[in-house]
C-alpha cells in the first residue's frame, strides 16, 4: 500500500471536528477505496484548549493556518476556518503556490477568488475541491464536474439555503409571520443571530456563482447575480401561492439562452407537483435540466457538521487516489467571461399581490396598465377583507383596499416592472406591489 | 494535449448511437475536461447497414465483438449490447484480459459476474464503469463509489424500473387495472413484449444486487434477493394505500443490520410526503440512509438513449483522465461475502388486505390470529361491498365476502406469514390475502 496522505486541517469548528471523527470511523474503508490511509497530520485552529469532544493532542499544532498551509509535512491542506479574505484565503493561496492540493468548504472564498484559485491550482498541477461548499453532503459539484460532463445544461437550480427554507416551511404550515419563524429558527440554531447573510439571499447567492460556473463553463461572477431575500414574503403570499397550486423557496437560478446567462436568487413560486417543491425545512435540493439528462434532482442535507464533513472526506479520497481536475470543470484559461443577462430581459410568469384602493375603475385601469405591456393574465383573484384565502391577519394591510392576486403569463421583467409603476402613479396602489417569480419545470 | 482516448463500442441500439452523438456534440468541452479527445475508432454491432440516423462508416468495422474487445487499436471497450452469458460475457472478459478498460451498461452482466469482472479488472490495473446499469442518467454508482465515501451505510432503496413505476402511477391515477395498463405502457414502448423481466421485479432485483454490493462493500450476490413483481396490485390496493396516507412503488431496497445484509424487490407502501412517494411515471429514484448523511436522494430518467448514454460518457471521461478505481469500491479481495439475512427475519409494518367471509366471529377470529403471534393493529378497516373505499370494482372480489384492511405495526415476516395461514386454515378467507410491506423513513 501507498504512503499514507496527511493532512493538515485549519478551522476546528463542526465541521472540522466531524471531518476528524469521519476519517477516524471510516478509516479502513478509506484505505480500501483509495489504496492508501488518510491521516490526520497537523491542525490549526483559534484555540488549542477548547473542549471539541476529540482529542487533538495527536496532531501537530499550529497556530497559524498560513504556516501549516506551507508545512512541507502535509500532502493536502483542508480549509474549513471560512471568510472571503484575511488567513483563509492567504492560506489557500500559500499551499497551492507550494503545490499542496487543497480541499475546502469556503463558498465565500471561492465565489470571490475561485478564478484566481483556479488557476494557481492548474500551475501547480494540485486538485482544488470544494463539494463541501454548496449543498453541504448533497454531492452536486462531483455531479456536474464529473457526472454530467456529456451534457450541456441549460439550467440549474436549488434550495441551497436551509434557513430560508426552513422559516418558508414553517411559515407555511403554521401560519406564522417571518419574524415569528426567524425568531424561532435563531433559537434553533438554524439561524445565527445577525441573519442577513442568509435571509438576504447572498449564501445563495455565492453557492449559485460556483454552479454556474461548472455548469456553463463560465468564470465565476457572483456579482453578477440579481439577489432579493425572503423578508418581504407574507403569510398571505404563502396561502395564495397553495391556493394555486405553488409553494414559495428561496431558490438560486441559473438558466442560459441566446442573451446569455442568468444568475438571480429570489422568492420563486414553484408548481407543487416538482420534487423541488416537496423539499421542506433546512433540506436542499439542486435540480438540473440538461440536454441528455431532462433534469436530474438531488435532495439531502445542505449543513451540519457530519454531511459537510461526508464532502470533505469524498473530496479527500479523490485525491489520494491520484485524482486531479481542472476545479471549475476545464482549464480557468478556458472559462469564458459570464455572458451576463440583464435581469429586466428575464422572461417568467409573475406572482403579483396588490392592496387596490377600493373605488370603482381601480380593476378596470390595472387590468388596461397590464395589457398595455402586452401582459395576458392566467389569473386573477380579488377577494374582499375577510375572504377566506387573502383575508384578515395581515398587519401591512391598509384599510378601504382590497388585495388582488394576478398570475401573469410569460412576459418580461421590465414589462412587469413598467405596467406596476404606471398603476402606482394612477394612484390605484396602496402599498409597495408583491412580485414573485414563477419558474416552471 | 495528450493523445485521443480511443473507443471501440460494441452494440449499436439507442444508447449506443446515443452515445456516439454525445460525443460528438460534447467534444470541445469533453476534450477541456479531460486534457484529450474522446474519439470513436471501431464499432460492432448486428447489422451494419440498419440505418441509425448516423453515419458509421467513418469507424473501423468489427462483425464480432469480441474481435473488436481484443483489438490493440481502442484504448476502451464499450460494451453495449446486453446479456448476461455468450457475446458481452465473452467480450467484457476478452477486453479485460487484454488490459483494456471497459465501460458497460448491462446489469444482468455484472449482477451474475460482477465480481469475477471486477477481479480481471484489478488484476490488469484498469478501470470497469458501469454508471449506466443503473438508474441510467442518474448518477448513483458515482455517488456510492465516490462521493459517499465516508459514510457507513445502513440502506440503500429506490424506484429502479421505470417500467413498473409507469404501470404503478397510471393505476393510480386513473383506476385502471395492471392489465390495461400493462397494455398502455407496452403500446408506448415503456414495457417490452414479453414484459416478465421488468414486471416480475428481475431488472430491479439485477441494479439492487450492484448498489448493494457498493452500499456495504460485500459481494454482488443477486441469489439473495427476495423479488416479488406488481402483477398482484390491484387498483384496490391503490386507493386504499391513498386513503391511508401511502402510495405504493415497486422498490428495491437493501438494509444492514445485526443479522446481516436484506436485499429484497417487492411493491411496498411508502409514506405519501417522502420524495421517493412523489416520484411519477418512468423517473427512476434511489434513497441513501447514511450515517453522516441521513437522507440522500437522487431522482431522474432511469432509461432512453440519451440518458444512459450520459452516463456511458461520464465513465468515459473518467478514464480519459487516468482514473482507476475498485469496481465496487474496494477491491475484489476485500468485499466480504453477503451476510445473507433470511426473509423471515424481516421487520416491518405491513398492509393486509383481506377477503373476510361476512359471518358473525369472522374479525374477532382474525384479531385473535393477529394477536396470538403478538401483532398490533395500527389501523384496521372494514367496509361492505358498494363502500367509498373498497368497494365494487375488483373482478377478484367473492360474493358473501367482505374486504378488510389491516395495518400492523412492526412485526417479523414469520409471524405475519404464519398469523394468515392460522386464518386461511380456520376457513375466514375466502382468497389468497394481498400483503404488502411497508417502508419507514
Redesign the interface.
Known sequence: MADPLRIGIAGLGTVGT?TIR??D??AN??A???GRAITVAAVSARSRSRDRGISIERYRWFDDPVALARDPGIDVFVELMGGDEGPAHEAVRAALDMGTPVVTANKALLARHGVDLARRAEKAGVALNF?AAVAG???II??L????????IDRVYGILNGTCNYILTRMEAEGLSFGACLAEAQRLGYAEADPTFDIGGFDTAHKLALLTSLAF?TQVDAEAIHVEGIERITTEDLAAAAELGYRIKLLGVATRSESGVEQRVHPTMVPR?T?IA??DGVTNAVAID????????????GAGG??T??????DL??IA???V??PF???SG?LTPLPHAAMQAHKGGYYVRLSVVDRPGAAAGIATRMAERGISLESIVQKHRGGRVYGGDDPSKVAGSVPVVLITYATTEAHIRLALEAMVADGYIVEPPQLIRIERE
Open positions: 466531524s469521519l476519517l470511523r471510516r474503508a478509506l480500501a477505496s483509495c463539494e453532503g448533497v454531492p462531483k455531479t464536474r464529473e457526472a454530467l460532463v456529456g451534457n450541456n463553463g407537483s420534487p416537496q423539499v440538461a440536454d441528455a439528462i431532462p433534469e436530474l434532482t438531488l435532495v439531502g442535507p457530519e454531511a464533513a461526508s464532502a470533505v472526506v469524498g479520497a479523490d487516489r491520484g485524482q481536475m481542472a470543470g476545464r482549464p478556458e
